[in-house]
């Protein structure tokens, strides 16, 4: 379950020196898991192995259950040795991983044989059931507080609403490890609510116990949570399979809905991104239920601008804008906007990436705390340089770009960054489905007119959907650009359409259009 190192020193190492490593681990008495035994052989590493061997003992009786993940692993050889039952794994001449920007987790592409004594999910959830459900227990002061939040909410949803928000807000997350049985079983829900904190499984915890009060059920979820999410194989029960835990809440018989109590700033319904796609395990007192977590369409994970912009004859921009999100982008707008006396220094140097000596004049933001009303915020900006000279005389307009998608979903590089190899190896993982939608319109200086607009583009792709339109008017130019990534995997036999369909975005983006000021602008 948990990770040793110990450091080696060694000599000056040579190409072709081959170090080799032979270590045993016994276990000799029961931990606080009891019984259980899991753990995963891989078969393959970053460098060159010239033989692994995993040996297993165990007593004649003891019941274990391997797999062989996706059948990459080596075939086992079993013999009986006195009272132990010896199983041994072994392969020679194993290459090197070769890594791939964006590829998939190595648990799905490395050769692995997983072991376990649990039979199936069932079995493990009655186990684990059983390792929490006295933690799940409600005193007169979660009762108390529970009829305190729901206090006039006239449905069960609105119910559930207030639950989520004060667990989300007024329990403060920890994320940090916990030795000993604390790291896996959860503090009781009394203490949690007592001391105002506590890490996943504890909020998943009282949110199950707050639920109870009202009347609806509501289960721990075993989930690995983590972004650019790879195929997960849940064949075999193990705790390795895991890092995070959440809630399912048992709407009615055919509906739930998963609640993610780490989730700050996310609204009532809105997971974070780590947790969309995965493969979970929702704990029950009769069975592990595996299910999987949909992913959220682009357009409910997307950000939303529009914005007016005065030019004038010395290049710069004079900007109105108003940025509402969806998903992902409202969080993380909610977030940079929670320190109402910070907001200008965390926003300069955003418009000052693309536009050297951008500044900010006003920001008003709606409540970033208020998880029950949609966040916008406008921002006032005056940024220089929007305006270049071009070799002929005109001057090219250098446009503005949404920089919280590029932020979160391109993490500050370039849509080209997802398709630079011109053949991959395995397949392609990307972010969540998402969108950016943003609507500008320049206002040209006097005497400017508009000498070259770039084509249309209208681009749709089982990969998303690119569209770049202009509209000229008077003396304002017009521009819509959408974007939306649909998938979150490329295969490797459909990169080279992906790849031109960044290619064609990205040739769109580089066309820019040009205005003429009739020889009056310098």
Known sequence: GGGRAYPIRFPPLLP?????????????????????????????????????????????????????????????????????????????????????????WLKEVIPQIQVSTFKDWDVFARWYWGLVK??????????AKVLELTK????????????YNFVVTDIRYSDAWEFGVHGFKPYSATKIYARKFGDCKDKATLIGTMC????????PVLIFGEDGRGREDLTLPLMGHFNHCISYVQLSKDKGLFLDGTAEYHSYGNLPSMDYGARVVVITPEAGLVKEIPYRAADANAVSETHEVTLTKDGQGKVKSTLKGTGTFEVVLRQLMTTEGR??????????????????????????????????????TVLPGMLRKTPDGGFELRELRSWLFDLIYLRNGNLSNLAADSTRTHDLVLQVPSAVDESVRYTLPEGASVKTVPDAVKLETPFGIYRRVYTREGGTLEVRRVLQLRTTRISKEQYAEFRKFVEQIERAERARPVLDFGGGAQ
């Not at 693309?354 to 966040?375: C, H, I, W």
């Open 16 to 104: 072709g020196d081959v170090v080799e490593v032979r270590y045993r681990v016994d276990d000799l008495r029961q931990g606080f898991f009891g019984d259980y035994y899991g753990e995963v052989f891989q078969f393959q590493d970053s460098v060159p192995l010239d033989h692994v061997r995993v040996a297993l003992l165990a007593p004649k009786g003891r019941e274990l259950y391997f797999h062989n993940a996706q059948g990459k692993g080596p075939e086992v050889v079993e013999q009986t040795q006195g009272e132990e039952v010896v199983r041994v794994w072994e392969r020679r001449d194993i290459a090197p991983l070769e890594p791939e920007p964006n590829m998939p």
């Open 134 to 143: 006295s933690q799940h227990e409600a005193d007169e002061a979660i009762k």
């Open 152 to 163: 006039g909410a006239k449905t069960t949803e609105e119910k559930l609403r207030r639950i």
């Open 212 to 219: 109870g009060v009202i009347g609806v059920e509501a289960h």
């Open 343 to 380: 907001r200008v220094q965390v926003l300069e140097p955003r418009y000052g990436q693309r536009y050297s000596g951008a500044k900010v004049e006003k920001v008003e933001a709606t409540n970033p705390t208020d998880l029950d009303e949609p966040f916008q915020l406008q921002v006032e």
